[in-house]
């Protein structure tokens, strides 16, 4: 087939709001098919060089078409470490580029100045309380040139940095900002979550806040629950699940009491879905709770012992395993990633960068006896004789590793998980609707992406585990049937085999144009996965790529997409996902469509309440509205 992005080239320079269309594939019969593998979902089929490297993450990948030529990139954030970009080059990505490197959150991505360029905003972790710094501002051109963008006037707030999310939060079409900060210890009774205003020149002012948050508080959802047109915002991570119904003019009151039938904790990623295809916003909630320092994990099959404690003297039980020590993806953060062995507590030197996971190998020779203090931060390890080591230490950020040929342990026994919660939207209220949709989640789950992964007209839910340190995690599935059931499927192949990791975020997205959703998701301490959809069925889908309003310009993101087919309505909204903390912007929504063969019409409305149709559109093909 013709190659997308010259197809782009051309078609975005017609003003028109259906200026032409692409076969993704044809048929001998002309009629456009799915061009797909007969496998499932398969990991990465060389399409993107990830590194081979457990890392700390933070929160989901990011995903844009940047550049701007039809296919979407990544950003990709190593916790800690750098965020790298990763441009998609017609389903083939490049090696990933340093955007910037350090402690870095959530990522905002938008045309927020409407010069035609797309604009990232990077908020900035601030040392443990010890350092706040303000947000970096970077521009990227249609040739894939990077600049970075001068301070607002004034500067952003310097906070320890968590969210940021663009939005319109005055339905004026210029886009508004959300930026959350970790609480200062020193401001116990300020929000440090801000609400800015594009002003004149595009300049972002602060005017006003959100609720004061505590902890790990700052995860935001932007949807609109009730139809009237206006942002609204939940607010979760620590505490109760809080609903802020937008007033206009980025004004906010708190509904929760009133759109819940009942008070929800430990949600890890809400994802918006429209699940029975009504026209409003459904959710749902992934749930979970962290580990606790001190937690052990035992493979009794495989013979391994994993661990995860922090935040101070830690000391585990005696492991018997011979004479050899090998422990994989060791992790801990500066300054506490020392490592001492034996009676002498010598430093052991492991080569290379300290930010990734790490593999120690010790003879028992070489490693005889235990301190008698343990006076320095980091871990310690010793042979104490009759094939077993010990292993104890301090430390405050997180450490985690796991350890093999261990004979036996009593690992933690954990408490029951949360369960996930789907919420119908009934009228601007939710009702929980697990038991009528076939939904049942008794796993510690950390995040959620939505698509309708089989083309059939509903949309289906990936959902991220947990997971347990000493094992491989086989993820979950499930497929949405239609008439608000889903059915979980258990031969999908997604699977994260690294050890010592924990479920982070997932998205879905089309990156290789093919018509199938693919997925990336991203394992905490360890790696991320993209895996493809090689689905092949006899399903049709339309794909939209949405521009900005055609009269005043106002951005895509948040539009909201409807469309008619076969006596059944669907509708999503322009940029949405479940990460918490960073913001995604594909210009494209997918629909399937199963067996209908043309859409009958199209609905577009922007933030700014400019509304244009298209009607008698073809399916399996990309159309582009607004511009």
């Known amino acids: 087939m013709p190659k997308l992005k010259s197809y782009l080239h051309i078609c975005l320079t017609a003003a028109l709001l259906v200026g032409c269309q692409q076969s993704l594939s044809q048929g001998n019969d002309g009629a456009a098919k799915l061009n797909a593998s007969a496998q499932w979902f398969s990991e990465n089929n060389g399409d993107i060089p990830l590194e081979n490297m457990s890392r700390r993450k933070w929160d989901n990948a990011v995903i ?41 959150h959530g990522i905002g991505v938008a045309d927020y100045n409407k010069d035609g360029d797309m604009d990232i905003l990077v908020s900035r972790g601030g040392g443990s309380g010890s350092n706040a710094r303000n947000s970096k501002l970077f521009h990227i051109t249609k040739d894939r040139k990077i600049s970075e963008g001068a301070d607002f006037n004034p500067p952003l707030t310097n906070i320890r940095g968590r969210t940021g999310k663009f939005f319109d939060g005055d339905n004026d079409g210029d ?7 970790f609480p200062s210890n020193n401001s116990p009774s300020v929000s440090e979550n801000f609400i800015y205003e594009n002003a004149e020149q595009y300049n972002l002012l602060q005017v006003g806040n959100l609720p004061k948050t505590y902890r790990d508080g700052q995860k935001i959802l932007i949807t609109d629950f009730n139809n009237d047109d206006i942002d609204d915002v939940l607010i979760y991570g620590e505490g109760k699940l809080k609903v802020l119904q937008g007033q206009g003019k980025l004004g906010f009151v708190d509904v929760t009491k009133t759109v819940l039938e009942q008070d929800i904790e430990f949600a890890t990623g809400i994802a918006p879905i429209d699940y029975d295809n009504d026209g409003d916003v459904d959710l749902y909630i992934s749930r979970g709770q962290e580990f606790a320092a001190g937690d052990t994990f035992f493979d009794a099959q495989k013979q391994t012992f ?20 090998e422990m994989e993806n060791f992790q801990a953060a500066y300054p506490h990633q020392d490592v001492f062995i034996g009676e002498g507590a010598y430093l052991y030197e492991y080569p290379g960068e300290h930010h990734g996971g790490q ?49 036996n342990y009593q690992a933690t026994q954990f408490t029951a998980a949360p369960e996930d919660i789907l919420l119908e939207n009934t009228g601007g209220r939710f009702k929980q609707a697990n038991a009528t949709a076939n939904l049942k989640v008794n796993e510690h789950t950390s995040g959620v992406a939505v698509a309708d992964f089989d083309n059939n007209g509903f949309q ?9 340190l000493s094992k491989p995690t086989s993820q979950l599935l499930f497929l949405n049937k239609g008439q608000g059931q889903f059915e979980q499927e258990l031969q999908h192949g ?18 290789n144009l093919d018509g199938n959703m693919d997925l990336i998701y991203a394992n905490e301490r360890g790696l991320w996965h993209l895996y493809k959809n090689g ?37 999503q909204r322009v940029g949405a996902t479940a990460a918490p903390y960073t913001q995604s912007f594909s210009q494209v929504v997918h629909f399937g469509l199963g067996q209908c063969q043309s859409v009958d019409k199209v609905t577009v409305r922007w933030s700014d309440g400019e509304v244009s149709t298209a009607t008698n559109l073809s399916t399996d093909v990309m159309h582009k509205l607004g511009g």
């Not at 661990?307 to 395993?321: A, E, I, Q, S």
């Not at 289906?460 to 347990?468: A, N, P, S, T, Y």
């Not at 997604?494 to 990156?511: K, N, Q, T, V, W």
């Open 494 to 511: 997604i699977y994260s085999p690294e050890l010592g990791a924990m479920g982070a975020g997932a998205d879905a997205f089309d990156y």
């Open 460 to 468: 289906d839910l990936f959902v991220v585990k947990r997971g347990d």
């Open 306 to 325: 994993a661990f995860y404690t922090k935040r101070g003297d830690f000391k585990f039980d005696d492991l018997l395993m011979g004479d050899v020590f």
């Open 359 to 407: 593999t120690i190998r010790i003879v028992s020779s070489l490693a005889l006896g235990w301190p008698d203090k343990l006076d320095k931060p980091g871990l310690y390890i010793g042979y104490i004789g009759n094939d077993t080591w010990r292993i104890a230490g301090n430390t405050n950020p997180p450490t985690s590793g796991v350890i093999h040929r261990v004979k």
């Open 64 to 104: 844009a078409d940047l550049d701007q030529d039809g296919y979407d990139d990544l950003i990709l954030t190593d916790h800690g470490y750098t965020v790298k970009l990763y441009w998609n080059n017609a389903g083939k990505f490049a090696k990933g580029y340093d955007l910037i490197v350090g402690d870095m």
């Open 535 to 571: 689905l092949k069925n006899n399903n049709h889908f339309i794909k939209l790529m949405i521009k900005s309003s055609p009269t005043n310009k106002a951005s895509a993101l948040g539009a909201m997409v409807t469309i008619s087919a076969c006596q059944q309505s669907q509708t």
């Open 175 to 181: 886009l508004d900002l959300l930026l959350l900060g």
